[in-house]
């Protein structure tokens, strides 16, 4: 069943409206808030001092051990991979001068013991991290309190996610001079020396307050539903709202002229059909992602299979990087506003895993966004172009696919 959009309203405050109002009173806020808007008059309205973006990989590791050396109360990271031998340094170094605070250690890694199985389509399936668990056991002779994320894998957890694929640290948490770090970027070393990466940094008390929160959630296992006005965190916050999906598809929807993506893996047949309807009404899109190569000699390229379906949808403006290892997450929209976070463009991620990521108007941020999207899609190059199987046919046009509709319901009732 396909739905036409903008023919359905009426039906969706009927059938829902007693069970989303019920849902939207329960948590004290809306689920899914406004966008940003161009003049910050419902926008973030950030200064300078309250965010800012480090690009990689010309930054290199230093911001990152600074941050963690000038550290004066705690640490808390939550991260995917730890592998980096300079941040691993500096954890142990904060753990041995820092006191421990309500008698915890200062310093708390909760990281992911899992990583995806390449060769799972979906990234749904999991194999063991061997290099997070290395880390783990310096970090933990160090005196850094370690705890593997709680989800599928570990029985009692009050949380289902399927990978904490998040990339976030809070120092001083608690503190006048507290700071959240929002990130695309791994504690790898490609990460500051091969990737593009954008790392947040976030000094907005009440955001800061929100990630930190989400880390103690995370760290005893507990439900998190709290919700932010502008933190996309995922997976699904209860049964109506998919955060992570749902603001993606609304940033996507949100866009009139320009929509410029950066991102490490796309394959959601839902952001496809979206990308699609923002072509037909006249919207430019421009894609640059990482390059795949074939996993045997003789293989169907990646790269062109992402073309081919996208193509199917009237989107062909598609590049993929080779002079630099495109990792990050980035969505923008009219050139006024943008995710930047964890999330890639995958149904795993979206609907699956623990994500965080930040939605911001900030003037200056979305300009150096932009700069480095055209700068990184002038250096990609187009796919190879051989011969692919036929992709799935298309929804009709101007309909979404059952999947998508019931997104667009959500967004559309609790957006607006």
Not at 300 to 326: C, H, N, S, W
């Amino acid at each position: 069943m396909t739905m036409r959009l903008g023919t359905k309203r009426k039906q969706i405050a009927g059938g829902m409206a007693a069970t989303l109002a019920a849902l939207v009173v329960g948590c004290g806020t809306s689920l899914i808030a406004p966008l940003p808007s161009a003049n910050g008059v419902q926008g973030l309205g950030y200064t300078s001092s309250k965010l800012q973006m480090i690009v990689e990989p010309e930054a290199g590791v230093g911001p990152v051990v600074s941050a963690i050396t000038s550290a004066t109360t705690s640490v808390h990271m939550k991260m995917y991979m730890l592998t980096d031998p300079s941040v691993i340094a500096a954890l142990a170094a904060a753990a041995k001068r820092l006191k421990p605070v309500d008698g915890k250690p200062a310093v708390q890694l909760l990281m992911e013991q899992w990583n995806y199985d390449s060769t799972d389509p979906d990234n749904l399936q999991k194999v063991h991290n061997p290099r997070n668990a290395e880390s783990a056991k310096q970090l933990e002779a160090a005196g850094v309190q370690v705890q593997w994320t709680k989800n599928k894998e570990n029985p009692g957890s009050g949380e289902w996610f399927n990978l904490t694929h998040e990339k976030s640290i809070v120092i001083d948490a608690g503190t006048a001079s507290q700071v959240a770090w929002i990130m695309t970027a791994n504690m790898s070393n490609s990460a500051f020396t091969k990737n593009r990466e954008y790392l947040i940094v976030n000094k907005n008390k009440a955001e800061v307050d929100y990630v930190e929160a989400c880390f103690q959630a995370d760290w005893s296992g507990t439900p998190f539903r709290t919700l932010s006005a502008n933190l996309v965190v995922g997976p699904g916050m209860g049964r109506f709202a998919n955060n992570s999906r749902a603001q993606i598809i609304r940033i996507l929807d949100s866009a009139k002229k320009s929509i410029g993506i950066q991102m490490e893996v796309f394959n959601d047949q839902d952001v496809m059909e979206t990308l699609g309807m923002a072509v037909k009404r006249g919207v430019t899109v421009r894609i640059t992602m990482a390059h795949f190569e074939p996993k045997r000699p003789g293989d169907v390229e990646p790269d062109d299979i992402i073309v081919q379906r996208l193509a199917a949808y009237g989107v062909t403006d598609i590049k993929f990087a080779r002079q630099i290892g495109m990792h990050a997450k980035v969505i923008v929209a009219d050139g006024i506003r943008a995710y930047i976070g964890s999330t890639n463009l995958t149904r795993g991620s979206m609907d699956s895993n623990r994500e965080l990521g930040i939605l911001t108007d900030n003037a200056g941020i979305i300009q150096t966004l932009v700069s480095y999207e055209q700068k990184d899609n002038q250096g990609a190059s187009p796919a190879p172009g051989k011969p692919v199987p036929p992709p799935p046919p298309p929804a009709p046009k101007g309909t979404r696919s059952k999947a998508s509709a019931q997104h667009w319901i959500m967004n559309e009732y609790l957006g607006t």
